[in-house]
C-alpha cells in the first residue's frame, strides 16, 4: 500500500515564525503535491514537484516556499507565519504513468492542522 | 480556465440514494475523478472515469457524464452511515505533471 506520511497532525505556532511542514512518500512516486483545505473553498494547490529539486507554483503560492532534496519527501515552508494561514495542510503523491497508461492516482497523507496565533 | 463547482452539503437518509452533482469547465479533461475525505484523514480515491465514457458501475457506485453539459455526478446506492464524508470531484488533463483540478467538496450527512 502507498503511504504518505506527514510529520505532525497538529501544529500551533505564533505570527512570524518559520513554519516547516514535512511529507514523506515510500512508493517512489515522480510527483509530489502541496494543498491547503479551507472550509467552502475545497483543496487549493500551493507547490507541487514532479522531481527531484523541481517545483512549479499552484493557485495560491503567497507566503510559502517548498523543497525537495530527495524523490521521497517534499517541505512546505512558511517563512514568516501569519493568522491568515491557519488551515488544514494536506500533501499528494502520484505516479502519473503506469505500465503506459495514465494513470494519475493522487495518494493523500492524513493532513496537518496549523493553527496560528 | 479551469473550474469545478460542487453545491455544498446533502443530506440524505440511511438506505436513500445519493446523487452528488459536479461542473467543470475544461473540455479537454481526459479523466474525471470522485475522491471521498472522512472525518480526521486525507482523501481517498473512490472512483474515476475517462473522458470518453458516459457511465461507470462500481458495486453501490455509478458515475454519470455528460460532457455536452461539462457535468459529473456521483450516485451511491443504499447510503450507509459509514458514507458520511466530503466528497470531491477533480478534473485532470493528460499531462506529465499530473495535477487535478478539486471541487469545494460536497459534505454529504447521512441520517439513520
Known amino acids: 500500500d502507498v503511504k504518505v506520511t506527514q510529520s505532525s497532525r497538529y501544529l500551533v505556532k505564533r505570527t512570524g515564525e518559520k513554519v516547516f511542514l514535512e511529507c514523506v512518500q515510500d512508493?517512489?512516486?515522480?510527483?509530489m503535491f502541496w494543498y491547503r483545505q479551507d472550509p467552502g473553498l475545497g483543496l487549493r494547490l500551493i507547490y507541487f514537484s514532479y522531481d527531484v529539486k523541481m517545483k512549479e507554483k499552484g493557485d495560491i503560492p503567497e507566503g510559502y516556499s517548498v523543497s525537495r532534496e530527495k524523490k521521497e519527501r517534499f517541505s512546505l515552508i512558511l517563512e514568516s507565519a501569519s493568522t491568515n494561514q491557519t488551515s488544514m495542510y494536506l500533501c499528494?503523491?502520484?505516479?502519473?504513468?503506469?505500465?503506459?497508461?495514465?494513470?494519475?492516482?493522487?495518494?493523500f497523507g492524513p493532513g496537518t492542522r496549523l493553527t496560528v496565533l | 480556465g479551469e473550474d469545478v463547482e460542487q453545491s455544498l452539503f446533502l443530506s440524505v437518509r440511511e438506505g436513500d440514494s445519493s446523487v452528488i452533482n459536479c461542473t467543470y469547465t475544461d473540455s479537454s479533461s481526459t479523466y474525471l475523478y470522485w475522491y471521498k475525505q472522512e472525518p480526521g484523514a486525507g482523501l481517498q480515491l473512490l472512483t474515476y472515469?475517462?473522458?470518453?465514457?458516459d457511465m461507470k458501475q462500481d458495486q453501490r457506485l455509478t458515475v454519470l457524464l455528460n460532457k455536452k453539459d461539462k457535468h459529473l455526478s456521483l450516485r451511491i446506492a443504499d447510503t450507509q452511515t459509514g458514507d458520511s464524508a466530503i466528497y470531491f470531484c477533480?478534473?485532470?488533463?493528460?499531462?506529465?505533471?499530473?495535477?487535478?483540478?478539486f471541487g469545494q467538496g460536497t459534505t454529504l450527512q447521512v441520517k439513520p
Open positions: 512508493m517512489d512516486h515522480e510527483n
Open positions: 477533480a478534473e485532470s488533463k493528460s499531462s506529465n505533471t499530473g495535477k487535478l483540478i
Open positions: 472515469i475517462f473522458s470518453n465514457m
Open positions: 499528494a503523491s502520484s505516479l502519473v504513468w503506469a505500465s503506459g497508461l495514465f494513470y494519475n492516482e493522487q495518494f
